[in-house]
């Protein structure tokens, strides 16, 4: 079957390292099964891989693709948790069990016409959602998810500031957190991204860094050392940050005695649980919110969508047909 496989990596010329290549199809074993995939979604983390970050060389090469719909050996139509770990080994959160991976880190991802996960991992796609819909939740939006409900414990009526609205993570941040009644602050340097933050759910949308006319009890940060000193600035006193993501650097100055003069908390939070999962689904067909999607392409057309996302072109996710 036809594959995007990283072969190898480099921080300059990422996509010079993926190759569409054919590969033998997947045999289950005990306690896995085969998924035909219908449609998958590029992340971040794909680039991450064949840039060299987090990934080690020698687990190359890999199919890459975190984030996968379609159906399972029965016909049943699934969406594929996309965290493979033992949940007893986390104490009850398979994202704390420290032999945890992601989709397409020690097994083969989603870009490819079928996939084998462990049968656990997957989780019956509701009917209202399509595939390509379902296919953008795994990665970034159960990441939100996470953030937002499980860590940050947002009600309605809280204040949220979402920094770098481009990004996948924060996009289904506005959404969701909107949805859920609270008040949406969010940012970006791009004119073009404020405005889709706008459309997709936030109350104000700012440049990066501008002050904003209130304090906020929650800011969900995935930029890292670009945007840290605004998103302390920004938050209220006994105020929670959220950290999943670190893109512009992983070490800003820290700021310690305003965080502990204030009494803010830093919270870190990696990927969702399946529990969490099934609850994304029900809060998505409760009250009717739905990713936005950039485009969709064929698994032949998948350097030209990485590319795009590197260069900021897309405003949603961008789906594969594999």
Not at 41 to 50: G, M, P, R
Not at 104 to 127: Q, T, Y
Not at 186 to 207: F, Y
Not at 211 to 216: F, T
Request: charged content about 20%; overall charge negative.
């Amino acid at each position: 079957m036809l594959a995007a496989v990283a072969v190898h990596q480099d921080p300059a010329d990422p996509i010079g390292g993926l190759e569409l290549r054919e590969v033998p199809a997947p045999v289950a074993p005990p306690g896995w099964t085969v998924v035909r995939v219908v449609a998958a979604a590029l992340n971040h983390h794909d680039i991450w891989t064949l840039r060299g970050v987090g990934h080690p060389a020698d687990r190359l090469p890999m199919v890459l693709g975190c984030d996968a719909a379609g159906y399972d050996e029965d016909g049943n139509e699934v969406v594929v948790h996309p965290v493979i770990g033992d949940p007893q080994a986390g104490g009850g959160d398979e994202t704390l069990d420290p032999g945890r991976a992601l989709l397409s880190e020690r097994h083969d991802g989603a870009f490819a016409e079928l996939l084998c996960v462990p049968r656990r991992n997957l989780i019956p796609k509701p009917a209202a959602l399509s595939f390509a819909e379902a296919a953008c939740l795994p990665v970034a939006w159960l990441t939100a998810y996470r953030m937002l409900f499980t860590q940050a414990q947002v009600r309605p009526g809280d204040q949220v500031l979402v920094q770098g609205a481009g990004g996948g993570v924060a996009s289904a941040a506005i959404a969701l957190a909107r949805a859920a009644g609270a008040r949406v602050y969010a940012t970006s340097r791009s004119k073009t991204k404020l405005d889709a933050a706008l459309e997709m759910g936030a109350h104000v949308a700012v440049p990066t860094g501008e002050r904003l006319p209130e304090k906020v009890d929650v800011v969900v940060e995935t930029v890292g050392e670009a945007t840290w000193a605004h998103s302390l600035r920004s938050l209220r006193a006994g105020g929670t940050v959220v950290v999943a993501g670190a893109t512009s650097g992983a070490n800003p100055p820290a700021d310690l005695n305003r965080v502990f003069y204030l009494q803010q908390r830093v919270l870190g939070s990696t990927g969702g649980t399946r529990q969490e999962f099934v609850s994304l689904l029900r809060f998505m067909e409760s009250t009717g919110v739905r990713p936005r999607i950039d485009r969709e392409i064929p698994l032949t057309g998948i350097h030209e969508g990485f590319r795009a996302m590197i260069d900021g072109e897309v405003t949603g996710k961008v789906i594969v047909r594999p």
